[in-house]
């Protein structure tokens, strides 16, 4: 069974600080790895994929098959950018979600 | 973008009394949708996967006979707690996948059901 664990609740930093969001999950076939974003009082929305390879709102995010992470980056946090972030895994046609951090970013 | 609509967004129902949320795909069809319950402060938890036209799949622990779930068109999904009770009480969110293959999924703004 798939698995997807992120191992903060919760990640405090500064604004202009770096960011990691850490993502691990378990699974015997080819992942297909996502991050959502809820900001307060929206919807979960998608912020990018693995396979598309993209940066959104200046996140990256790599899949490391040997580690079997996804981690989440930013190289100059937002105060904007506080907000729940979930890992998921696709595996057939079902989405896992991890526990979620939450990110604040402090002034 | 696509946009999934849920209703009501929330909800205060007598104990021992139904709830039906429905969840709506506006602008795309929706062959699969699935629904989560998500308690404070925690993440989402997958109970249902419905497909168009076929029984839902349950995950394990969530009763059939107490959330029934109905996906009678590709652009419509329905949860139905059945004699509610205050445990049931939670936020309540469907999500949808196109049917053309794209694996993103679409989220509902979620529906908060309390049960007194």
């Known amino acids: 069974a798939q698995r997807v664990t992120q191992p903060e609740k919760l990640l405090s930093v500064f604004k202009g600080a770096p960011v990691e969001l850490k993502c691990n999950y378990s699974y015997s076939g080819s992942p297909e790895l996502f991050w959502y974003v809820q900001y307060s009082r929206q919807r979960l929305q998608l912020l990018l994929r693995?396979?598309s390879r993209e940066s959104i709102k200046g996140f990256t995010a790599d899949l490391n098959k040997g580690e079997t992470s996804f981690h989440l980056k930013k190289p100059f946090a937002q105060e904007e950018d506080s907000a729940m972030y979930y890992c998921?895994?696709?595996?057939?046609?079902?989405?896992?979600f991890g526990g979620g951090t939450r990110l604040m970013v402090k002034p | 973008g696509a946009v999934v609509s849920q209703h009501p967004s929330w909800v205060i129902c007598k104990s021992g009394t139904s709830v039906k949320i429905e969840c709506r795909s506006l602008d795309f069809q929706a062959t699969t949708m699935f629904w989560y319950r998500q308690f404070p402060k925690q993440s989402l938890m997958l109970m249902a996967t419905?497909?168009?036209?076929?029984?839902?799949?349950?995950e394990q622990g969530v009763e059939k006979d107490k959330f029934l779930i109905n996906h009678a068109s590709l652009t419509l999904s329905t949860l139905t707690v059945t004699s509610a009770h205050p445990e049931d009480s939670s936020f309540y969110i469907c999500?949808?996948?196109?049917?053309?293959?794209?694996?993103?999924?679409?989220f509902g703004q979620g529906t908060r059901l309390t049960v007194v």
């Open positions: 693995h396979i």
């Open positions: 998921a895994l696709n595996a057939g046609n079902m989405l896992t």
């Open positions: 999500s949808a996948k196109r049917e053309t293959g794209n694996t993103e999924a679409f």
């Open positions: 419905s497909n168009e036209g076929s029984k839902a799949t349950y």
